[in-house]
């Protein structure tokens, strides 16, 4: 049971090769993790899962959909944080999560706020006036949210301190043990390791290994 699903994806920006011919399959209630140092095509896989960026030749499927014709219908099924979320300045923290758990169908602002206690995030403070840090707790609390059956997070541990990030790793847990599929994007090793059931490493926009944590540690 396939959750995500490409074939031979490939994306150019002009004539760079972000992502070469990348077959990726995604089983649903797994926690997959996408390995690879900065700059290797992390961010543009993700965002062509989304239907952000367009495809250059192969193609996807994600939730049953094909982001490239029905981005709508595959965004309604993920939750997504962006490797740079970027959020509105002028808001509270409250006011914030309260925002986003009404734009989202399967919103839930209860889900959020106990994500922001967890996180011990202060919400009564502009986000002008958060750090890098808190501001990424927030972007947390927001894509923590709503209960769809995929989540994709990019690089969710950036800009935290070791504590927290046990945190981050520890509430991606509970999301597999509620029956949702996670995949999540990270340059560190260690991350992946104690959360993941299966990772691929990309390297310079190719796909180079699909191994379970087994076959890993089997190799070293
Ligand atoms: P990662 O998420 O693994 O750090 P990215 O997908 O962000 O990698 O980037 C992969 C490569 O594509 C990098 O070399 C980056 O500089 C390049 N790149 C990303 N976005 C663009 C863009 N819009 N235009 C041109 N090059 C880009
Ligand atoms: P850094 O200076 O990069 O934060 P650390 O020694 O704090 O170095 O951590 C090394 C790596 O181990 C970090 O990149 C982090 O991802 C991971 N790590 C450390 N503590 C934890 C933890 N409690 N839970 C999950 N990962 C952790």
Not at 40 to 51: C, H, N, Y
Not at 68 to 84: F, H, K, N, T, W
């Amino acid at each position: 049971d396939l959750i995500v699903r490409t074939r031979d994806l490939t994306k150019r920006y002009g004539n760079f090769l972000a992502l070469d011919r990348c077959n990726l399959e995604v089983r649903a209630g797994e926690i997959f993790g996408l390995l690879g140092p900065n700059g290797a095509g992390k961010s543009t896989l993700i965002r062509l899962l989304l239907g952000y960026l367009h495809v250059t030749s192969g193609s996807c499927e994600v939730v049953g959909k094909n982001p490239e014709i029905d981005s709508v219908a595959v965004r309604r099924g993920v939750a997504y944080l962006p490797g740079d979320a970027r959020l509105p300045r002028h808001m509270r923290g409250d006011g914030l999560l309260k925002f986003f758990a009404q734009m989202h169908p399967l919103g839930d602002l209860k889900r959020s706020l106990e994500v922001a206690e967890r996180l011990e995030l202060d919400l009564s403070r502009r986000v002008a006036f958060m750090s890098t840090g808190m501001r990424q707790k927030l972007a947390l609390a927001v894509v923590f949210g709503p209960r769809t059956p995929l989540l994709i997070l990019d690089e969710p541990t950036a800009n935290l301190d070791p504590t927290v990030r046990g945190e981050v790793l520890n509430l991606v847990l509970t999301q597999r043990d509620e029956g949702r599929t996670v995949m999540f994007s990270s340059h560190v090793l260690s991350e992946i390791e104690q959360t993941c059931d299966r990772v691929a490493f990309l390297r310079r926009g190719e796909l180079v290994r699909r191994l379970t944590m087994q076959e890993l540690f089997q190799r070293h």
